[in-house]
């Protein structure tokens, strides 16, 4: 192990990526296609791929621990049904690198305050209190408020070089990158890694069973992993109207939508003709939707299934990829223990 700390750290661009999953609620159709996927699709590209449950960052706003520990298996089955393969991307829980908080800790100490004040889930909070004329910190943790720096820690201990996200996480990546850059030039060296982001082009906007953006917090989402019965229970409710349909008009129909995001090219425009040439009617479309969805989710609901019916198959694949990884967050821990000076 000791040889391990004393190699140097490379710091070779695009060859490590790291993804965070906030375990915050059961994946739907729109979060694979827009961010499962994609990231998925992505990891292939890079030599170290690490994926890891965020579940210390998710207690900022699942409070109940039992919930906690559901959403955590739903996640990391969900992933894995998904097709993470875990021999190639590492994948664990965060809470199981006890090295990323003590990281966190080195990380606290080359922080300015003012930075995190201007993160914008904090300040979101903030304004909206001073807003309600309340005091300005009223309801707000200190993991609300740091939550940028135990991110920081998240992506630096494993040296990575690109961070794959979304638009709303870009502010965070940038500061971690300002906290490396700050650590290494204070203590003149380069134990930290500088991380980059890379926007996640998901598809545009998926529709929800009624119209609006597809998302947990509207509850009107479509599952990606059920069963034929739970499918068309959630197809059935997509909006339709009474209207006679042009291909073009057709096109911008909720169901036309997810249908065009689930299927083939090919599926999708028979659809579109059979649904405008007046072959088929909203029934028929909505039933042809599920056959889509068991066509593309169905063996990998299976999966899930049978890893969420015997749970210890997924500890034993967090623990192994966590037992695996240690030695890489201990090195970069080691590191920037010995820049500080308490090694
Ligand atoms: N904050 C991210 C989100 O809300 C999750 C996350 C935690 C993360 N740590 C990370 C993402 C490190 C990328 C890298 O989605």
Same mark, same amino acid.
């Given at each position: 192990m000791k040889s391990y700390y004393n190699r140097p750290i490379m710091a070779s661009a695009n060859t490590t990526v790291l993804t965070g999953i906030k375990p915050t609620g059961?994946?739907?159709?729109?979060?694979?296609?827009?961010?499962?996927?994609?990231?998925?699709?992505?990891?292939?590209?890079?030599?170290?791929?690490?994926?890891?449950?965020a579940d210390y960052h998710a207690l900022n706003s699942v409070d109940d621990p039992r919930s906690l520990r559901d959403l955590t298996y739903n996640v990391a089955a969900t992933w894995l049904a998904a097709g993470l393969?875990?021999?190639?991307?590492?994948f664990y829980r965060q809470s199981d690198i006890s090295e990323i908080f003590e990281l966190e800790t080195i990380l606290n100490t080359v922080t300015p305050k003012g930075w995190m004040n201007k993160m914008h889930a904090y300040k979101a909070q903030s304004d909206r209190n001073k807003e309600a004329n309340k005091s300005v910190d009223s309801n707000?943790?200190?993991?609300?408020y740091t939550y940028p720096l135990l991110m920081a820690s998240d992506i630096l201990i494993f040296q990575s070089d690109t961070v794959p996200v979304g638009n709303d996480q870009v502010q965070?990546?940038?500061i971690a990158r300002d906290i490396a850059?700050?650590?290494? @030039?204070?203590? #003149?060296?380069?134990?930290?890694?500088? =991380?980059?982001?890379?926007?996640?082009?998901?598809? %545009?906007?998926?529709?929800?069973?009624?119209?609006? @953006?597809?998302? #947990?917090?509207?509850?009107?989402?479509? =599952?990606?992993?059920?069963?034929?019965?739970?499918? %068309?229970?959630?197809?059935?409710?997509i909006v339709t109207d009474s209207l006679t349909h042009t291909p073009e008009t057709f096109r911008l129909t909720v169901l036309y939508k997810i249908f065009a995001a689930v299927a083939s090219p090919e599926s999708t425009e028979r659809l579109v003709a059979d649904f405008t040439e007046g072959?088929?009617?909203?029934?028929?479309?909505?039933?042809?939707?599920?056959?889509?969805?068991?066509?593309?989710?169905g063996s990998a609901s299976e999966t899930y299934a049978k890893l969420m019916a015997d749970k210890?198959?997924?500890?034993?694949?967090?623990?192994?990829?966590?037992?695996?990884?240690?030695?890489?967050?201990?090195?970069?821990l080691y590191a920037a223990k010995k820049a500080i000076g308490v090694r």
């Open positions: 059961v994946p739907h159709i729109g979060n694979f296609l827009g961010a499962i996927s994609p990231a998925l699709r992505r990891a292939i590209d890079f030599e170290h791929a690490y994926f890891f449950i393969d875990p021999t190639k991307i590492h707000i943790n200190m993991g609300l965070h990546v940038e850059q700050r650590f290494n @030039k204070k203590y #003149k060296t380069d134990a930290l890694v500088l =991380p980059q982001y890379v926007l996640e082009e998901g598809i %545009e906007e998926l529709p929800g069973i009624d119209g609006r @953006k597809m998302s #947990k917090s509207y509850g009107n989402t479509i =599952p990606l992993f059920a069963t034929r019965a739970e499918w %068309e229970q959630s197809v059935r409710k072959t088929i009617g909203w029934k028929d479309a909505k039933d042809q939707l599920v056959e889509q969805l068991i066509e593309r989710f210890s198959q997924i500890d034993t694949i967090l623990d192994k990829s966590s037992n695996e990884i240690r030695t890489k967050a201990q090195a970069t």
